[in-house]
């Protein structure tokens, strides 16, 4: 079992940078890929990206493709989200996940936090 917590969510003027945090706890971390997800209001949810116990942040969409980093701390058992040049479209409710396989399919991430709202405000 894991278990995620995110926070670092708020109100970002656009253009503006955020990072989320996300606060793992369980057994086994080092065997997880630990990702973000996102759901905008009537929009279905977005892969953002994924990292493994070492190395760097993959599997960006276009949609933040250098404007998003994802990063780990494996001391803390924390994954960071940062977000650059934020726009208000990128309103939404902000999901960690963690699964013991690679995937870009949000469908295949077995934990899931609670979620934290970003919003962009024009």
């Known amino acids: 079992q894991v278990q995620l917590e995110e926070s670092g969510g708020g109100l970002v003027q656009a253009g503006g940078s955020l990072r989320l945090s996300c606060a793992a706890s369980?057994?086994?971390?080092?065997?997880?890929?630990m990702g973000w997800i996102r759901q905008a209001p009537g929009k279905e949810r977005e892969f953002l990206g994924t990292?493994?116990?070492?190395?760097?942040?993959?599997g960006y969409p276009d949609s933040v493709l250098g404007r998003f980093t994802i990063s780990r701390d494996n001391d803390r058992n924390t994954v960071y989200l940062q977000m650059n040049s934020l726009k208000p479209e990128e309103t939404a409710v902000y999901y960690c996940?963690?699964?013991?396989?690679?995937?870009?399919?949000?469908?295949?991430?077995?934990?899931w936090g609670q979620g934290t709202q970003v919003t962009v405000s024009s």
């Open positions: 369980g057994r086994a971390l080092n065997t997880y890929w």
């Open positions: 990292i493994g116990w070492s190395g760097p942040g993959i």
């Open positions: 996940v963690a699964d013991v396989m690679f995937s870009k399919n949000f469908n295949e991430y077995q934990y």
